[in-house]
């Protein structure tokens, strides 16, 4: 008879096993979503959900590393987020915070790479200095990309893009014609990075959210009716093997 956790691994070992390694998707970014649910179902505060979220974090960071995925990003606060109470918004940026300079050891162990998306800029400058550390002292990592999506907005994002291109096309550096799919692309947050071929969004909202309105042009969709702090490896193994029974035709006809 298996205990509880063995039952676990057990199950997580099986999914892992129908994984086909050659088929990974490169790019899992991810909506983390309902956290102020599950604190809620448990009679606890809301930020209560955030901090059980952390532990999901963790838990996909080590996994995506293991299975060898390239990147990873998770939309931990986006642009809209500063409506919510001043008390949360502080509390979420604590958090963020705590996470970098607590795993700052273990993500340079594990040559994980990180990375933020968003306006930095607009963030506090303790949480910013933090940040800008972090990147600086695993920028020569060659695993996992980690993407963490803070103070981001897809609109803000394409709103950067287009200024940045246009200051170079009133300067001369670049001529009308070479404004092309490429060149915006490699004006985003995500230059360089190919786009996620996988979003999964937890607590099953079909929504986008203004996350990566561009970079997910062909990605496939995965919801999943499981809240954020509950979502773990075995969660993450599901998704990635429903993934890999899609079929991605970008649009074009694939034959019989
Ligand atoms: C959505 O749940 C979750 C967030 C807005 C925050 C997620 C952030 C973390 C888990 C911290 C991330 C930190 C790092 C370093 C990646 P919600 O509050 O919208 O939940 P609800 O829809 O149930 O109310």
Known sequence: MFSKVNIKVQQEQELFNQIDPQKLPKHIAIIMDGNGRWAKKRGLPRVAGHRAGIQSVREIIETSAE????????????????????????????????????????????????????????????????????????????????????????????????????????????QLSEINEELISQNLYTRDQPDPDLLIRTSGEFRISNFLLWQLAYAEIFVTPVLWPDFKKLHFFQAILDYQGRERRFGKVISP
């Open 67 to 174: 299975i060898g995925l390239n990147y990873l990003t998770l939309y931990a606060f986006s642009a809209e987020n500063w409506q919510r109470p001043p008390s949360e918004v502080s509390y979420l940026m604590g958090l963020v915070e705590e996470y970098v300079l607590k795993e700052l050891e273990t993500l340079k162990k594990n040559n994980i790479k990180f990375q933020v998306l968003g306006r930095i800029h607009g963030l506090a400058p303790s949480v910013r200095t933090k940040l800008e550390d972090a990147r600086q002292k695993t920028s020569q990592n060659t695993g996992l990309n980690f993407n963490v999506a803070l103070n981001y907005g897809a609109r803000l994002e394409l709103v950067d893009a287009f200024q940045e291109i246009s200051k170079r096309l009133l300067d001369g550096a670049i």
